[in-house]
């Protein structure tokens, strides 16, 4: 008999057939779906194929593991791989096998040749001449940037071409064209790292492009990351890594007769400038299509004119292939509507906040004619661009033409976070339909989505998903418009749970955190920001550095990857023992960073020893965990019991015996709560006093970045969902739906970001798409449509299923693919009762709990319904347990 479990999503390394990884021992998992209850995988095979030679064969495995396989077998460079996949399902049948492939890239140092090449700044090339500054010239910031160098050679090909790669990178930004074509579909490519650690390179197929006889390739480089403006400090808001970029490629060729030509970067290039007169990734672009270098990456271009390139280095020992999925151009926006500025100046509006750049027709102009385009987020009230909370961020494209009858404009190496555009220079603007926006973000799949009957609800979940697509660029980022956005670390930890429910962030995580363990210091300590970029995050606050200890614990918890465990736990112990070491009596008061406290609370100051203690307690407590699971003994038992001491002090310093902690904030019972720091006998007098100090606030939050994110979860664990559900629901200030009712597309970064009675907050620091306070979307997920994992479970392997009927809400639909397959719940109000859906994948249980004691299945009574088993009816509730499958469930509504 065949099973009727299907295999999907065969994945490597976490990824979709990728080009080139350099892992060492890549891991292979997949996700599994039935359409028969109680179908699980009991065993799996998998075979490995390199061309027609079978490599490694599994054999058969008895294991319900979907994930993080390790292939068996020594692998090879520069090698393309077929794994084949058969399950087995509970009754031994086998499943139709599925197969994937995955190639590696470079897999040892000396399979890496070439030069780092970039601009010889002593060359005198025709073009280097200086033109005097005139009144319109480009603005001072940015007269210093120079223009993207390209860099060019031609190769012949005699020998027919079976398989050609690109291996390519820059210390900076690139793309990368052969025979008049760009190359792949990376976009701001090699995307950031700490470069002083590592630099990731791509992998190309250039197969389809290159032909027998002769061919050309082109590099576009520019300063990106490396060596363009990022962040905010001052004192050296720019050249992070470099003063000017240099790329590197290797390109491969294998002949039909096994022998192979290997083409590198080297001073054989040839270089000069071209359209970009300047790019960077905070001011903007500036292209110059007179400068146009028509025909340069196809062969026979005449660039004898042009300087000969420069080697500018040879090492290669940071060089690490792409480990995740790169950022590209997911999205096209068409602008809905072209508005006018009180002077006249045409401003389009993309009717959403996004991050990106633009691509606009602009018809014909004359020689020389310029189009200057300004980024915003929002208008002021006169209806002019506001740009003032860009601060130092220019966000402005210029275009000038070679006085063509049509022209296109997109640039290549800017960024801008942006719902309007404003255009200046065109006597008739282009009408809407010729203006898009082009959303660039890391192609992060998204996994999960959730519906409520509620438009306001539904507008919610877009702009926190919005809010993720947006700064999700390079690294996590606290902001993608202003000049800052940096891999702000408790940004990423407070939103990381929603994050993970609404895309599959394995790889791309994995890769941050490589950064974030790079950035600790030789004391221990982690930063602020990964990758730091100033010497003023490098000594982290709490809730910011303890995220090096939470993201990895997370990931854990929600993809069961062990290896990421372990690569962090000397750095998450490191981390504990830092703060333990400058902390002996435990309470955290020394070392404390800039101390951001809860970030942009309102009113409501939570003390800083509190919330600092609460998360010391809370790191410790995780590495024991993690420790425990690596089977380190030892330190499980001594972080265990630091974190019972750590816990012990909090209480002795800041609770007292009606369990009245210091502050009496939101945030401080929140703490308390959510982080178990508190003896039994006093939870629920803290709860109490949770709810008292909503309540005596008019029913108002007040928590900032740090508080929010444990608002809704722990007033459902504490049974009032029906006040989580009043703080969504509420759209009075300060609220999630105060910034809906007044147009947010995107989450503020502020609750008071821009309010009926103040206006703007401060331009100083009033970003409208920060995904912080966003971290509200895991309680939509786990609580109100009910998909979750019990305590213990990892890999969402055990689910708990308890959604939360309430509020305005009649329907709630949501559908989220844990690593091992897609669980869905649905939730309706019909009449006097409600209608629950639920489907669990093959191989895992779900305890469900539905808010009744009186709750029928589809096929009957859950005692007759098969796969359904331990069966309590408790007060007001009904709880049991459902092997995978689909089901549907009937209730009578509790009366109100
Ligand atoms: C701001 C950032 C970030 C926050 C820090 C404390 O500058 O935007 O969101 O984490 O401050």
Redo the contacts with the bound molecule.
């Keep these: 008999m065949t099973s009727t479990l299907r295999v999907y999503d065969l994945r490597t390394e976490h990824l979709t057939e990728p080009l080139g990884i350099d892992a060492p021992v890549p891991r292979f998992s997949w996700r599994l779906r039935s359409d028969r209850r109680g179908a699980a995988q009991s065993a799996y095979r998998i075979v490995v194929h390199s061309g027609d030679r079978e490599v490694w064969d599994s054999g058969r495995v008895e294991s319900s593991q979907t994930s993080g396989i390790e292939v068996g077998a020594r692998l090879a460079s520069r090698t393309s791989y077929r794994w084949s996949l058969q399950v087995f399902d509970e009754t031994s049948s086998p499943g139709e096998p599925e197969t994937a492939s995955f190639e590696t890239a470079l897999l040892s140092r000396s399979a890496f040749r070439g030069a780092w090449i970039g601009r010889d700044v002593h060359w005198d090339a025709p073009d280097n001449e200086l033109d005097p500054p005139v009144d319109d010239d480009i603005p001072a910031k940015v007269r210093h940037i120079p223009p993207a160098a390209h860099l060019r050679r031609e190769f012949g090909v005699t020998t027919p071409v079976t398989r050609a790669r690109a291996y390519a990178t820059a210390r900076g930004l690139y793309t990368l064209h052969v025979n008049g074509r760009r190359v792949g579909d990376h976009e701001l490519a090699p995307g950031w790292t700490d470069y002083r650690d590592r630099i990731l390179y791509q992998t190309y197929d250039l197969t389809p492009l290159v032909r027998d006889g002769e061919n050309a390739i082109g590099i576009v480089l520019a300063d990106g990351w490396w060596s363009g403006y990022v962040g905010f400090d001052s004192r050296r808001q720019g050249k992070h890594y470099g003063t000017a970029p240099q790329a590197w490629a290797m390109i491969v060729l294998e002949h039909d007769d096994g022998t192979e030509t290997v083409i590198t970067t080297d001073a054989a290039w040839r270089e000069r400038r071209g359209a970009i007169r300047y790019t960077d990734p905070l001011m903007g672009e500036h292209v110059d299509a007179r400068q146009e270098l028509h025909g340069w990456t196809e062969p026979g271009f005449d660039d004898s004119a042009w300087a000969p390139a420069r080697e500018l280095a040879h090492d290669h020992d940071l060089l690490v292939a792409q480990v995740d999925e790169p950022i590209r151009a997911t999205l096209q926006v068409p602008a809905v509507e072209r508005l006018a500025d009180p002077d006249g100046r045409a401003v389009y509006d993309f009717g959403q906040n996004l991050v990106g750049r633009v691509r606009i027709e602009l018809g014909a102009m004359s020689a020389g004619q310029q189009v200057v385009l300004r980024h915003g987020e929002v208008l002021d009230d006169d209806g002019r661009l506001y740009t003032a909370n860009l601060r130092t961020a220019e966000a402005r494209d210029v275009y000038a033409s070679a006085g063509s009858a049509s022209n296109l404009f997109e640039p290549t190496f800017t960024v801008h976070g942006f719902r309007y555009l404003e255009l200046s220079g065109l006597d008739t603007p282009p009408d809407p339909g010729q203006v898009t926006a082009v959303v660039l973000h890391n192609d992060t799949p998204f996994v999960g989505e959730i519906t409520t009957s509620s438009a306001d609800l539904n507008q919610l979940v877009s702009n926190i998903r919005w809010g993720q697509r947006g700064n999700f660029v390079g690294v996590p980022t ?2 993608p418009q202003r000049d ?1 956005r940096l891999g ?1 670390m ?2 990423a930890q407070v939103f990381l749970p929603t994050a993970a429910l609404g895309a599959d962030v394995a790889a791309f995580f994995t890769r941050w955190l490589r950064d974030v363990r790079f950035a600790q210091s030789p004391e221990g300590s982690f930063p ?1 920001v990964a990758p730091v970029v100033s010497e003023f995050f490098a000594d982290g606050a709490p809730a ?1 550095a303890d995220a090096g200890v939470i993201i990895p614990w997370h990931l854990y918890r929600v993809y069961g990857d062990r290896r990421l465990l372990a690569d962090s736990f000397e750095s998450m112990a490191r981390w504990v023992d830092f703060v333990e070491r400058e902390n002996p009596d435990l309470l955290w008061r020394r070392r404390v960073g800039n101390h ?1 406290g809860d ?1 942009l609370q309102i009113d409501a100051v939570t003390p800083r020893p509190v919330l600092a203690t609460a998360y010391f307690a809370r790191s410790a407590e995780l590495v024991a965990r993690a420790a425990s699971v690596l089977g380190h003994d030892l330190q499980a038992a001594r972080y265990g019991e630091l974190a019972r001491r750590v816990r012990t002090s909090f209480v002795e310093a800041f609770v007292d015996d009606d369990a009245r902690i210091e502050g009496d904030t939101q945030t401080a019972y929140l703490l308390g709560l959510a982080f178990e720091l508190l003896p039994e006998r006093l939870r629920a007098r803290a709860a109490d006093h949770l709810v008292r100090t909503i309540e005596a606030n008019d029913g108002l939050l007040t928590t900032g ?1 740090v508080g929010v994110s444990l608002l809704c979860p722990v007033l459902s664990e504490i049974g009032r969902s029906d006040l989580a559900y009043a703080l969504v629901e509420t759209d009075r200030y300060p609220s999630w739906l105060y910034s809906v009712r007044h147009g947010a597309t995107t989450i503020w ?1 502020r609750w008071d970001g821009w309010t009926e009675h103040a206006g703007f907050q401060s331009a100083e ?1 009033n ?1 409208f798409n ?1 995904y ?1 306070l966003g971290s509200v979307g895991e309680w939509l997920v786990r609580f109100v449509a009910g998909i979750d994992q019990t305590p213990e479970s990892v890999g969402y392997e055990q689910l708990r299923i308890a959604p939360q009927i309430g509020g305005s809400l009649t329907r709630v639909a949501a559908r989220y693919e844990t690593p091992r397959g897609l669980v869905m719940t649905e939730w309706s109000i019909e009449g006097d009762d409600v209608e629950v859906a639920a489907s669990v994948p093959p191989g895992t249980t779900a305890r469900v709990s539905l808010a009744s004691r009186d709750v029928l299945e589809s096929a009957g009574t859950l005692e007759e319904t098969t796969g359904i088993s331990e069966i309590v009816v408790g007060d007001g509730l009904t709880e049991f347990t459902i092997v995978s499958g689909d089901y549907r469930f009937r209730f009578p509504r509790a009366a109100e």
């Design positions: 606290d902001c800052e702000w408790a940004d602020d910011w951001y970030w970045f970064e620091m970003s920060h912080s």
